[in-house]
């Protein structure tokens, strides 16, 4: 089996990071595979692909000229001549249906997202019979995909993004008198709430518990962001920039911040939970699945400060209940994510595929 693996950029953060874990589970099946990217944005996820020697082949154009996009992936099927394409997110699955469908190679679709673009949506649901399987990367992603994209269920399967690692390092352990650390792990980006998490940190001014956020990601919004923390007169928020060791980051905070607006599977608020921390988070997505009401972590409706406040007050209340409620959590996702289930439900899904 020889696998085109499709996606839109090698950008860091988002759909490309778990990539090598993906494709590791594919090649230990007997599978090549081989990474093809659209384009490449800041390409901060090209080592990651490297450090487990994965070939990736990256275009060198841009987001929005499909039609050369659609050339450039023809001729390199033609070149290479998978058996299978495997395809993540809109861009990437609408072109590779198309390469597929002309070169008769069947299709196989990660639908990430729990919020589609209203054209996007129409089109993949125009499409969605081109891909033979679709795989949702939470239970939440393949709900909606069967909901609004009219899949039938016996052409979808829930592969969880995830793959919690038991050796990923701890958090560090709140003790009294100690400003509490708040930490976050983004895009800047209007979707990450990240507007909303500033509002609700304004009106905990006066909170008798010392807290400061540390804000991580880089993105458009930065400016906005920096003057909104200005505008609300707050000397406690810090813009971090990029993160390139995400876990050195989470080992370094008390509590972790998830304000998203919209989310399909989230990393990153997992990856707080495997590092044992209790997480403050919006309830999309796969979170409210995943974090246990007060036993593991907060949720608060999405784009609302006054419910994200609460939740926040609540947490702040009483400090000394992370590190518990943090193991907590840290038990949970590796008992629902654990490097065996990740595998065994790859290597179903190739199974599946070798009928094709």
Request: one cysteine or more.
């Amino acid at each position: 089996m020889r696998i085109a693996y499709v996606i839109n950029s090698v950008e860091g953060g988002g759909a490309a990071l778990p990539v090598p874990s993906i494709a590791e589970v594919l090649r230990r099946t007997g599978a090549e595979v081989r990474l093809f990217a659209l384009t490449c944005r800041d390409g901060r996820a090209l080592p990651a692909m490297a450090n487990v020697g994965l070939e990736t082949i990256v275009r060198g154009g841009g987001e929005k000229d499909h039609g050369a996009a659609l050339a450039w992936l023809d001729r390199q099927i033609a070149e290479w001549q998978p058996s299978h394409l495997w395809t993540s997110l809109t861009r990437a699955t609408l072109l590779g249906q198309i390469a597929g469908l002309r070169r008769r190679i069947p299709v196989v679709s990660w639908q990430h997202a729990a919020y589609l673009k209203p054209a996007n949506r129409r089109l993949l649901r125009t499409t969605q019979r081109l891909s033979r399987l679709w795989i949702g990367d939470s239970d939440r992603v393949t709900q909606l995909s069967a909901e609004r994209l009219g899949i039938g269920q016996e052409r979808l399967v829930t592969w969880p993004i995830f793959r919690a690692d038991p050796a990923a390092p701890l958090a560090r352990v709140w003790s009294p008198g100690e400003t509490v650390r708040i930490g976050t792990l983004g895009r800047l980006h209007p979707v990450k709430g990240y507007d909303v998490l500033i509002d609700a940190l304004a009106r905990l001014k006066d909170h008798p518990v010392s807290h400061e956020l540390i804000i991580g990601g880089d993105g458009g919004e930065r400016a906005a962001l920096e003057t909104a923390v200005r505008a609300a007169g707050l000397s406690n928020v810090r813009f971090a920039g990029y993160v390139g060791d995400p876990r050195g980051f989470l080992a370094d905070i008390h509590l972790y911040a998830q304000p998203s607006r919209s989310e399909g599977f989230c990393v990153a608020a997992h990856e707080a939970m495997q590092a044992g921390l209790p997480v403050v988070a919006s309830a999309v997505g796969e979170m409210p699945n995943s974090i246990a009401e007060g036993q593991t972590g907060w949720t608060a409706f999405p784009g609302d400060a006054d419910a994200l406040t609460k939740a926040l007050r609540t947490a702040l209340s009483r400090p000394e209940r992370f590190a518990p409620m943090g193991m907590a959590g840290r038990t949970r996702v590796l008992d629902r994510f654990g490097p065996e289930n990740f595998e065994a439900i790859g290597r179903s899904i190739v199974e599946r595929m070798a009928s094709f």
